[in-house]
T-cell receptor
Framework: DTAVSQTPKYLVTQMGNDKSIKCEQN?????MYWYKQDSKKFLKIMFS???????INETVPNRFSPKSPDKAHLNLHINSLELGDSAVYFC????????????FGPGTRLLVL | SQKIEQNSEALNIQEGKTATLTCNYT??????LQWYRQDPGRGPVFLLL?????KEKRKERLKVTFDTTLKQSLFHITASQPADSATYLC???????????FGPGTRLSVLP
């Protein structure tokens, strides 16, 4: 069973479009994350979220918004896509925030044309 | 601002040798450091965690050290194999304990 899954695996879209990436974890963890990994492979936190609190990295444009329908899901919605949004996006989860190890999904490769 | 640096962007070693990767942190004091492995096209996978009050941690052929004086962690792979070739990432909780901070990674290539 996949612990953290993401869909789609690949996403190719035009500038200006709105898109969503879905993430699900079946580990029963209470904290989920979204990371962006750029072409230089630097992994940067975008959001962390548990049932009580959303922590946003201040450098993330407000075109990006996390949406959590329930504890096992944290989707990433992106408005008005730009060329610079092209990257690999990883979802992750952990039990009890930064006190525990993270488990990562396989990544979604986004290409904005 | 708090930062994690990994000295080498890439490291090539011969099979059977010990690979040593370095992680340095600045402007904060993490309660622990983690090491992850990332293969091309995949998400990072957790390997080891070492706490600030631990000098050394081992798991099979892997060894991690934590020197709070030098603000540094070393990650060793002994008897390296081509299958160990991957990117290795160092990470820690940030100063507020809210999120994780990752280093840029070291791409290790073990040559047969």
């Amino acid at each position: 069973d996949t612990a953290v899954s993401q869909t789609p695996k690949y996403l190719v879209t035009q500038m200006g479009n709105d898109k969503s990436i879905k993430c699900e974890q079946n580990l029963g963890h209470d904290t989920m994350y979204w990371y962006k990994q750029d072409s230089k492979k630097f992994l940067k936190i975008m959001f962390s979220y548990n049932n009580k609190e959303l922590i946003i990295n201040e450098t993330v444009p407000n075109r990006f918004s996390p949406k959590s329908p329930d504890k096992a899901h944290l989707n990433l919605h992106i408005n008005s896509l730009e060329l610079g949004d092209s990257a690999v996006y990883f979802c992750a989860s952990s039990q009890d925030g930064t006190k525990e190890t993270q488990y990562f999904g396989p990544g979604t490769r986004l290409l904005v044309l | 601002s708090q930062k994690i640096e990994q000295n080498s962007e890439a490291l090539n070693i011969q099979e059977g040798k010990t690979a040593t990767l370095t992680c340095n942190y600045t402007n904060y004091s993490p309660a622990y450091l983690q090491w992850y492995r990332q293969d091309p096209g995949r998400g990072p996978v957790f390997l080891l965690l070492i706490r600030e009050n631990e000098k050394e941690k081992r798991k099979e052929r892997l060894k991690v050290t934590f020197d709070t004086t030098l603000k540094q962690s070393l990650f060793h792979i002994t008897a390296s194999q081509p299958a160990d070739s991957a990117t290795y990432l160092c990470a820690s909780p940030d100063n507020y304990g809210q999120n994780f901070v990752f280093g840029p990674g070291t791409r290790l290539s073990v040559l047969p």
